[in-house]
């Protein structure tokens, strides 16, 4: 019902489409994309921080296709519509069973849902749940867009909201502004004073290192998990030479931030401390 509605004529992937849902407790924010003819979906980004992400993915030009993975790493769910050799074998079976027939490119409906540590893979019962009742909001929301003729000034720093009046009792659609809370990162604390003194001892030298937890081109499947892992890699690397110092493959259970004190610490220790340290992104830049 959502394709019928041709959504992508009418919004670019930037205008955000604000879902106010009594049983979220933040937004669920949606993208149209598909206005440039060549790819067709609908990504829903649920919550604040989830929204700073999908910002973070369009503002950014320099960083490998590979390694954008890490500002979709959770709360993130795409519908695409697409072509049948993209679907899983099982998603294949479920097209049979329900009976339903996809004919033609960008025909092909499915979803993918991102989560830290996993290649993205298809919903599970408790998401289906969830994405049926999202996408029933969206709907309304786009037909009142569309019917309504509702103006938004999406260059301008607004948004269409889909929200329930309590006053009118009823579900109202329209354009507000588009408040974005400042993401605030975890800073760990070290609170053991004589390893902070033994580090700060150290010489200073003119050595340039990197640190990263970086996205492998690897999917792995594992009978422990239910899901696909993807390959990550928390590397500390010599920025001149490029020679690894270490590095440590994560499992989506392990603790990286612990990974990377333990990749830092002893260097510095053995080593000195660096005269700089390179990193790629603001998560990795408040560690």
Not at 239 to 254: A, C, F, N, T, Y
Request: proline share 5%; with cysteine; glycine share 4%.
């Amino acid at each position: 019902k959502i394709k019928e509605l041709n959504p992508w004529k009418y919004f670019w992937d930037v205008d955000i489409i604000t879902l106010i849902l009594p049983e979220n407790e933040e937004p669920v924010y949606c993208s149209v994309m598909g206005r440039g003819g060549e790819f067709y979906g609908i990504g829903f980004y649920f919550g604040f921080d989830a929204l700073d992400n999908f910002y973070k993915i369009i503002e950014t030009t320099d960083m490998p296709p590979q390694q954008i993975q890490r500002f979709q790493e959770d709360n993130v769910i795409i519908c695409y519509f697409g072509d049948r050799e993209e679907l899983f074998k099982e998603e294949l079976q479920i097209v049979k069973d329900l009976g339903l027939k996809f004919r033609g490119r960008n025909n092909w409906i499915y979803f993918r849902s991102f989560k830290k540590g996993y290649a993205p893979y298809i919903l599970n019962k408790e998401e289906v749940l969830k994405q049926t009742a999202i996408m029933r909001h969206l709907l309304q929301a786009l037909k009142n867009y569309i019917e309504e003729d509702i103006v938004v000034n999406f260059e301008e720093g607004e948004t269409l909201v889909h929200k329930y009046d309590k006053q009118k009792n009823e579900w109202v659609t329209l354009a507000a502004p588009l408040l974005l809370p400042q993401r605030k990162y975890l800073i760990p604390i070290l609170k053991d004073e004589l390893l902070l003194s033994r580090m700060a001892k150290q010489p200073t030298t003119s050595a340039e290192i990197e640190v990263d937890i970086a996205y492998l081109n690897t999917i792995i499947r594992d009978k422990e998990y239910d899901r696909p892992i993807a390959g990550r890699i928390c590397i500390l690397a010599d920025s001149k030479s490029g020679m690894i110092i270490d590095q440590h493959i994560l499992s989506p259970e392990d603790n990286e931030v612990q990974y990377v004190f333990d990749m830092v610490i002893p260097y510095i220790l053995n080593m000195g401390k660096p005269k700089k340290i390179f990193v790629r992104d603001e998560y990795l830049f408040h560690l």
